[in-house]
């Protein structure tokens, strides 16, 4: 469907050093695997445990025992 080869990895590469520069690129791509662990670790991680459901009134149940 998407034939992508090496002439157009190859032109690809020369857009993106004429975009960021020879001397940005490593502190571009450094950033970026940064940003695809931080996103893999997010991830893995189970989802943090849910609040307690709220009233109708929009009180927790813990506000409403406090003022009984």
């Known amino acids: 469907m998407f034939g992508i080869g090496v ?15 020879a001397g940005k690129l ?3 791509m450094g ?3 940064r940003g695809v662990n931080s996103f893999k670790k997010a991830m893995d991680e ?7 459901p709220k ?3 929009g009180e927790s149940s813990s506000d409403s025992e406090k003022k009984a």
């Open 7 to 21: 002439p157009e990895l190859l032109i690809l590469l020369v857009i993106v050093l004429v975009i960021f520069g």
């Open 26 to 28: 490593p502190k571009v």
């Open 31 to 33: 950033d970026l695997g």
């Open 46 to 52: 189970p989802d943090a445990p849910a609040d307690k």
């Open 55 to 57: 009233t109708i009134e």
